[in-house]
């Protein structure tokens, strides 16, 4: 008796089962019709002809032209997007989470970030299309103001350029919003430890002001604080043709 107060759902030493998965018919519904039944036809669809009849030809023209263009030029647009927005983003978010930044500049880059990075699909494409496409907003401007007409100089959105230009638009905000916690993420311990052990900068030392091309200027500025130099162990000829030596010996 008391275990059957504490526990309603139970009967006759049986656990009753639970009616919480009713709630999940409707999303898993959804994902049938519009998802699962959908991608099904297209794959049946795919080996069958117009009459019905099971055939391998639809998958043959794949290697044929114009299909063949049709990957190719995919894939180039997916490499230069993918490694422009790469290279660009990951400058952009160094640039924005790095020391001295002001927070205002960082926040404001986050931010648009996280809209910019989710702004893709459809709504992109309407966005480019309304601002400079054929009769885009920026479009008509240039054309009946500045007599300067984007189309007639080969500039269009349904080139491989314009199809590029839209996809770096949220590819830049993706790769920031993805390497940003990781730059964020690094010591500065860790780059003083790699600015001490030799590794250059081409700016100067956040800390003591200087460039850090020279041993010797490094020994000296540790010497003017009181703190010991670390010894360099594979002594080497630095950039500028001097002789390997150790920092311990010109100490």
């Known amino acids: 008796m008391a275990q059957q107060a504490l526990r309603p759902d139970t009967a006759s030493g049986r656990r009753r089962p639970s009616l919480a998965w009713v709630a999940t018919l409707p999303f898993f519904a959804y994902a049938f019709l519009f998802l699962i039944l959908p991608a099904g036809g297209v794959l049946v669809g795919a080996f069958q002809d117009n009459s019905d009849a099971w055939t391998f030809s639809n998958v043959r023209l794949l290697f044929d032209h114009p299909y063949s263009d049709a990957y190719k030029t995919s894939i180039e647009i997916s490499l230069v997007t993918a490694i422009l927005g790469g290279i660009g983003g990951f400058f952009i978010a160094y640039a924005a989470v790095r020391d001295g930044t ?3 500049i960082r926040g404001g880059i986050m931010t648009f970030s996280g809209v910019a990075a989710n702004f893709g699909g459809v709504p992109l494409a309407f966005a480019f299309i309304a601002t400079i496409g054929p009769l885009g907003i920026v479009t008509v401007f240039l054309r009946d103001n500045l007599g300067f007409d984007l189309t007639a100089h080969g500039i269009t959105l349904f080139s491989k350029t314009g199809v590029e230009l839209a996809y770096l638009y949220f590819q830049f905000p993706l790769m920031i919003l993805v390497i940003a916690p990781a730059i964020d993420g690094l010591r500065r311990e860790w780059r003083e430890a790699a600015q001490h052990a030799g590794e250059r900068r081409a700016q100067p030392d956040a800390r003591n002001g200087a460039d850090n091309d020279e041993p010797g200027d490094r020994v000296e500025q540790e010497r003017k ?15 500028r043709g001097h002789t390997g030596i150790c920092v311990a010996r010109e100490v």
């Not at 604080?225 to 950039?239: A, V």
């Open 225 to 239: 604080k009181g703190e010991p130099y670390p010894q360099r162990q594979d002594p080497g000829p630095t950039d």
């Open 102 to 104: 002001p927070r205002w």
